[in-house]
């Protein structure tokens, strides 16, 4: 319960039990992190990330399989992801000796541009209920957080499943345009520009007709 009080103080709104919920405050996290453009060490806070969008992108290890799959996939999208104005934070609970080795060994790392967080005391993967105490390491999720700092997207993955970041990124093009068009919904297999609908009892059996309209 130790841990649980300490986060509760960190951050009034966040759920004990170790859920995190939609729509919902982020819990607090502060991490020490490797910067792989700059070959140094720093920390980023939640609070550091308010007024922009945030990938929280947790995987399980470094010098694994799927991983640097999942990272190279990522950074082939940083163009995307600056245009969006979105934050990319990979993490794990490596220490940030380990991040630095992998970066220089794993051909699939190489020129890895974003900030790369380490979890390695478990604590805010306790915290974000997403830690496998049987291996010590995080589960595969992504967490969406706004410029607010809410969590608006959660996702976990089976651990030999690798991520796709164009789902990703229209995921977010998805809750950018809705938070920028409150009174719109989204419609499934939406893309940007894409049809909307207008939600209201009027259109209640009549989705077809109005997305036909639109």
């Known amino acids: 319960m130790e841990k649980l009080d300490k986060c509760c103080d960190c951050n009034d709104d966040f759920t004990p039990m170790g859920i995190v919920k939609i729509d919902t405050k982020a819990p607090h996290f502060d991490l020490p992190y490797y910067d792989p453009k700059k070959d140094e060490d720093f920390s980023i806070s939640l609070e550091d990330l308010a007024w922009k969008w945030t990938v929280l992108f947790y995987y399980p290890a470094d010098f694994t399989f799927v991983c640097p799959t999942e990272l190279k996939d990522m950074a082939d999208q940083e163009y995307r992801f600056e245009e969006m104005w979105v934050e990319v934070l990979a993490v794990s609970t490596d220490t940030i000796f380990s991040h630095r080795a992998w970066t220089k060994h794993e051909i699939l790392m190489k020129n890895f541009p974003y900030k790369m967080l380490s979890d390695h005391t478990w604590f805010v993967a306790d915290l974000y209920n997403i830690w496998d105490s049987e291996t010590g390491m995080a589960w595969r999720w992504t967490f969406i957080i706004d410029p607010d700092l809410n969590v608006k997207w959660i996702e976990i993955t089976s651990g030999p499943l690798w991520r796709n970041s164009e789902e990703l990124i229209r995921k977010i093009e998805g809750l950018q345009f809705i938070r920028k068009n409150p009174t719109q919904a989204c419609p499934a297999k939406w893309a940007l520009w894409g049809k909307t ?18």
């Open 197 to 214: 609908l207008t939600p209201s009892i009027k259109i209640a059996g009549e989705v077809g007709e109005q997305l036909e309209q639109n």
